[in-house]
């Protein structure tokens, strides 16, 4: 077979008006060839013949079949047609074909006005961080994206469970300064799935007067923004970096989203940090009333004296046991109230299965058990204690024997 460099030589000879016979001289090849290559359309091509395998019986068969369903795993494949053979070579020429036999699936290009929506993710960051027990855990970090301006926020939350994902989403929109008018997000469980949302989440959207938009599944484009992101992340943020703790981990991302904000978006030729003021200008405004967020219980102190927020344990004060406390939690506290006033407040721990303790609640705890221990007065002849001792020792208020 001649070159492409031959092939075109002999093109430009021919119109030239060099006889054919001459060129194939010159050349040193066949006036057969010479004839080929005037009269081809195409520059020259090697072509490998076709290699009969063991797959190529079944090739026509599996085919068709993809013709009809596509998407028909290869396994199914393998025993629709018979194939006897090794499961993985079949798998190869199956992952061949399929893209043949794919519909063609486009993808508009998205144009996002400004203050309409923030695209929200949670991004796993490859990495553990240790945790106030010694351990460590890989934690979800809340990415909030301004679609219009590619102005980044994001932290790192304790859990993926609604209360954290609201409280997360509000402290991101304060550090925004407005409210997108949408916020577009997968379906995350902790914002709801198949069209019902969770529990508190459209009380918050109402509150904001914001919109939650929830993609349908295997619709990665709508939220290619954020996604993208998380890649940078990864890419960029990640490498050669530790942390100790959760803490250390926000303090530093916030420093370099600071830095990322002020670099170029190739998409949108411009930086973040210039375009978030139109985007901010057409978002909404913040609500004028703190929002109600976070873990929310109230129970009844037992005489243990701790409370559960999450999967840990927090000491409360034991003056309150046997009464109506109201547990509080947000990013940062662990806070119960008992008829308004606070009886217990600790930072709140990340680890799980944790028991906190205020060396002062055990300190009460021992005097009132000194209390509850001491010997009644000379004269009782009483072999057992009233159970109104009991209530005493507590504070506990009773009405015809039932606790108030």
Same mark, same amino acid.
């Given at each position: 077979?001649i070159t492409?460099?031959?092939?075109?030589?002999i093109?430009?000879?021919?119109?030239?008006?060099?006889?054919?016979?001459?060129?194939?001289?010159?050349?040193?090849?066949?006036?057969?060839?010479?004839?080929?290559?005037?009269?081809?359309?195409?520059?020259?091509?090697?072509?490998?013949?076709?290699?009969?395998?063991?797959?190529?019986p079944?090739?026509?068969?599996?085919?068709?079949?993809?013709?009809?369903?596509?998407?028909?795993?290869?396994?199914?494949?393998?025993?629709?047609?018979?194939?006897s053979?090794?499961?993985?070579?079949?798998?190869?020429?199956?992952?061949?074909?399929?893209?043949?036999?794919?519909?063609?699936d486009?993808?508009?290009?998205?144009?996002?006005?400004?203050?309409?929506?923030?695209?929200?993710?949670?991004?796993?960051p490859?990495?553990?961080?240790?945790?106030e027990?010694?351990?460590?855990?890989?934690?979800p970090?809340?990415?909030?994206?301004?679609?219009?301006?590619?102005?980044?926020?994001?932290?790192?939350?304790?859990?993926?469970q609604?209360p954290?994902?609201?409280?997360?989403?509000?402290?991101?929109?304060q550090?925004?300064?407005?409210?997108?008018?949408?916020?577009i997000?997968?379906?995350?469980?902790g914002i709801?799935?198949r069209?019902?949302?969770?529990?508190?989440?459209?009380?918050?959207?109402?509150?904001?007067?914001?919109?939650l938009?929830q993609?349908?599944?295997?619709?990665p484009?709508?939220?290619?923004?954020?996604?993208?992101?998380?890649?940078?992340?990864?890419?960029?943020?990640?490498?050669?970096?530790?942390?100790?703790?959760?803490?250390?981990?926000?303090?530093?991302?916030?420093?370099w989203?600071q830095?990322?904000?002020?670099?170029?978006?190739?998409?949108?030729?411009?930086?973040?940090? +210039? !375009?978030? %003021?139109? =985007?901010r /200008?057409?978002m *909404?405004?913040?609500?004028?009333?703190?929002?109600?967020?976070?873990?929310?219980?109230?129970?009844?102190?037992?005489?243990?004296?701790?409370?559960?927020?999450?999967?840990?344990?927090?000491?409360?004060?034991?003056?309150?046991?046997?009464?109506?406390v109201?547990?509080?939690?947000?990013?940062?506290?662990v806070r119960?109230?008992?008829?308004?006033?606070i009886?217990?407040?600790?930072?709140?721990?990340?680890?799980?299965?944790?028991?906190?303790?205020?060396?002062?609640?055990?300190?009460?705890?021992?005097?009132?058990?000194?209390?509850?221990?001491?010997?009644r007065?000379?004269?009782d002849?009483?072999?057992?204690? +009233? !159970?109104? %001792?009991? =209530?005493? /020792?507590?504070? *506990?208020?009773?009405?015809?024997?039932?606790?108030?």
């Open positions: 077979m492409l460099e031959d092939w075109a030589l093109r430009r000879l021919a119109v030239e008006g060099v006889p054919k016979k001459q060129i194939a001289e010159r050349l040193g090849i066949s006036r057969t060839t010479v004839v080929k290559a005037v009269a081809s359309s195409a520059p020259p091509k090697y072509e490998r013949s076709p290699i009969v395998t063991s797959f190529s079944f090739e026509a068969r599996v085919r068709a079949l993809l013709e009809e369903h596509p998407e028909m795993p290869a396994t199914v494949l393998a025993e629709r047609v018979g194939w053979g090794s499961i993985t070579w079949f798998r190869d020429n199956v992952r061949r074909l399929r893209p043949e036999h794919r519909r063609p486009p993808a508009d290009r998205l144009v996002w006005a400004a203050g309409d929506a923030a695209q929200c993710d949670l991004w796993f490859p990495k553990r961080i240790p945790l027990n010694g351990a460590t855990a890989l934690l970090v809340l990415v909030i994206v301004a679609a219009h301006s590619r102005f980044t926020t994001g932290r790192m939350l304790p859990t993926r609604t954290d994902l609201l409280l997360g989403t509000w402290s991101l929109l550090d925004l300064g407005r409210v997108p008018r949408r916020l997000w997968d379906n995350e469980s709801g799935r069209g019902r949302l969770a529990g508190g989440v459209g009380e918050f959207c109402g509150t904001l007067a914001t919109h938009h993609l349908k599944p295997y619709d484009e709508s939220k290619g923004i954020v996604e993208r992101r998380n890649g940078f992340f990864e890419t960029s943020f990640m490498p050669g970096r530790s942390f100790d703790s959760p803490a250390d981990f926000n303090i530093q991302f916030a420093e989203l830095r990322a904000n002020s670099r170029e978006v190739r998409t949108i030729k411009a930086r973040p940090i +210039d !375009l978030v %003021d139109t =985007d /200008a057409a *909404l405004a913040l609500p004028p009333i703190p929002l109600q967020l976070g873990w929310r219980n109230q129970i009844r102190l037992g005489r243990d004296y701790y409370v559960r927020v999450d999967s840990s344990d927090y000491s409360v004060d034991p003056n309150a046991i046997g009464r109506q109201v547990v509080t939690a947000d990013l940062e506290r119960v109230r008992l008829d308004g006033r009886v217990a407040d600790h930072p709140r721990v990340w680890a799980r299965q944790m028991t906190v303790t205020d060396p002062a609640h055990v300190e009460v705890a021992r005097s009132l058990r000194e209390q509850f221990g001491r010997p007065a000379a004269g002849d009483h072999l057992g204690r +009233d !159970l109104a %001792d009991y =209530d005493r /020792a507590f504070g *506990l208020d009773t009405i015809d024997g039932q606790v108030a």
